[in-house]
C-alpha cells in the first residue's frame, strides 16, 4: 500500500492547496491528504503548508460540507483557512476575484512556496472560474488536479498517466471518518465480526429451496410476535418474568413446525433445542448475543447479514478491505434522542476510502427486493460519492440480471450486484463477491 508521502505524491504535493467544497466533501478530504505537503513543526512555523475551503453559503457552517471538512482534516494537523462565496456560485468575476485576493492580497505579500487547485468539488462555475483565476497570475509551477471517480485515480495536469488513489491513504480512512463529513454518526457500535458463519451458511443452503424458506418465514411470524412490543420493536431481557422459550410448533397465524432440516441445525450446531422448545438462555450463550431480542433478530433475518459479512471476511485481505461490519444503525443527527434509525446498513466495509454497502432480505417479493435495492443505493452514493458501490443480497427467485436492468435508468447497473436465492450457495457466492469486489477497485 502506497501512503500520501509515497514518490507518486512528492512530485506534486504543494504548500497552499484549494478545493472547491461541493455538498459531499469526501473527494476533498483525500485530495487535502494527499496533495497537501507534510511538514515538520519548525517549517510550518516558517511557512505552514495550508488548505483553503472555497464554499458557498450553502455548504458553510460547523455542521455542513465546509466546517465539517475541516473538523476532520485538522486530525491530521492540516492548517485550513475558509474562502466564503456567499451566494455568488455562479459569478465568475467574484469567484476570480475572491481566489486572486487570497493569493496576492493587497498590501501584503503573495502566498509563497508552491500552490494547487483540485477542481473535482463545487459547481462547474466555481471549477472554471478558480482555474481561470490560476491561469490570469500565471503562477509558477502550479499544480491542477482532478479525482477521477470512475478510475479511483487523481488526474495531474501534465502528468501522462492518472496516479491511483484506491489504496493511496495511510492510514486509510474509518467508517466513523465518512460519517462525520456528513454529520453523521452511529447510535450503537456496529458488529464487527461474524457472529455464527457456519450456521449462517447452513441456513443459506436452506433457502436455496424456496418452499423450506417460506415455512421458516411463516414459523418466525408466528413465534416472533408475542416477542415484540406494541411499536413492534423486541422486548427487553427484564420484561420477561422467566427466560423465554420458542415452541418449534405454533398455531398462529397458521398451524406450522420448523422444518426438520433447520431444526437438525438448531440441536447440532448450536444445542438450542430442548425436546419441542428452542431455548433463547442457551441460543444467546452459545451465540454470544447481547439480549435475547438479539438472538431473535438473527433468526429472523439477521443469519444473511451474518453470512455475508462472513464471506466478505474471507477475502477482505486479498482486496485490502477494512472496516468491515454489520448492523450499521445511523441516528438523525437533528432528533438523536428518537427510537427510530435514520437509516440502516445491513454490511459494509471499505476498501481504501471507497465505500461498499450491501442490503440483505430474506423478502423473494420481487417489488420489496428492487425498493431496497434503491434506498441503499441513495444511502451508500450519499455517503460515498460516485465511487461508492452497492449490493443486493435477497432471496428473489427471479435471475438477478432482471433486478439490476429496472434500475439502469437511475444508476450505471456497473456500479450495483443482486445476489438473489440461486446465489445464496456458497461456492457461487463466493465467485460472484470477489467478481464484483475485483469489478470495482479502481480496474
Known amino acids: 500500500m502506497s501512503s500520501n508521502n509515497g514518490n507518486d505524491w512528492e512530485d506534486h504535493q504543494v504548500d497552499h492547496l484549494f478545493l472547491l467544497v461541493g455538498e459531499n466533501p469526501l473527494p476533498n478530504y483525500v485530495a487535502a491528504r494527499l496533495l497537501i505537503k507534510p511538514k515538520t513543526d519548525q517549517e510550518k512555523q516558517k511557512n505552514p503548508s495550508i488548505v483553503y475551503l472555497v464554499h458557498t453559503t450553502k455548504t458553510a457552517g460547523d455542521d455542513k460540507p465546509a466546517g465539517l471538512l475541516e473538523k476532520e482534516l485538522k486530525k491530521h494537523n492540516i492548517t485550513i483557512k475558509q474562502i466564503s462565496l456567499g451566494d455568488d456560485e455562479s459569478d465568475g468575476d467574484k469567484i476570480r476575484a475572491k481566489i486572486k485576493e487570497k493569493i496576492q492580497p493587497k498590501g501584503k505579500p503573495p502566498l509563497q512556496g508552491r500552490l494547487g487547485l483540485n477542481y473535482t468539488g463545487g459547481t462547474k462555475a466555481m471549477a472554471v472560474h478558480a482555474y481561470q483565476a490560476f491561469q490570469e497570475l500565471q503562477l509558477t509551477d502550479p499544480v491542477f488536479s482532478y479525482l477521477d471517480s470512475r478510475k479511483l485515480a487523481m488526474h495531474i495536469d501534465g502528468k501522462d498517466k492518472p496516479i491511483p488513489v484506491d489504496l493511496a491513504l495511510s492510514p486509510a480512512p474509518k467508517l466513523e471518518i465518512i460519517l462525520g463529513l456528513h454529520n453523521l454518526s452511529w447510535k450503537t457500535d456496529p458488529i464487527r465480526q461474524s457472529q455464527l458463519p457456519d450456521i449462517a451458511e447452513a441456513f443459506a443452503k436452506l433457502h436455496l429451496n424456496s418452499d423450506l424458506a417460506r415455512t421458516w418465514r411463516k414459523w418466525c411470524d408466528g413465534v416472533f410476535k408475542s416477542l415484540k412490543n406494541t411499536q413492534g420493536y423486541w422486548r427487553q431481557d427484564s420484561e420477561f418474568s422467566n ?163 429496472e434500475l439502469d435508468f437511475v444508476v450505471d447497473d456497473s456500479k450495483i450486484e443482486v445476489f438473489g436465492r440461486q446465489d445464496l450457495e456458497p461456492t457461487k457466492f463466493a465467485k460472484k463477491l470477489d467478481l464484483w469486489i475485483f469489478r470495482n477497485a479502481g480496474k
Open 243 to 405: 427466560p423465554p422459550h420458542l415452541k418449534l410448533s405454533v398455531t398462529t397465524p397458521v398451524n406450522v413446525t420448523v422444518p426438520n432440516e433447520i431444526q437438525e441445525i438448531l440441536r447440532k450446531e448450536l444445542g438450542w433445542a430442548l425436546t419441542d422448545e428452542l431455548s433463547l438462555t442457551i441460543a444467546k450463550d452459545k451465540g454470544r448475543f447481547t439480549t435475547f431480542g438479539d438472538v431473535c433478530q438473527w433468526l429472523d433475518g439477521g443469519w444473511l447479514e451474518d453470512y455475508v459479512l462472513s464471506q466478505v471476511e474471507k477475502i477482505a485481505t486479498k482486496y485490502s478491505l477494512h472496516d468491515s461490519i454489520m448492523s450499521l444503525h445511523i441516528k438523525d443527527p437533528r432528533n438523536p434522542n428518537r427510537p427510530t434509525d435514520q437509516f440502516e446498513f445491513d454490511v459494509a466495509f471499505l476498501r481504501g476510502y471507497q465505500l461498499c454497502g450491501i442490503s440483505c432480505t430474506t423478502s423473494p417479493d420481487h417489488k420489496k427486493c428492487k425498493q431496497k435495492l434503491f434506498e441503499a443505493q441513495l444511502r451508500v452514493q450519499q455517503l460515498g460519492g460516485d465511487e461508492a458501490r452497492v449490493a443486493l443480497v435477497c432471496c428473489d427467485d427471479l435471475p438477478s440480471e432482471w433486478l439490476k436492468k
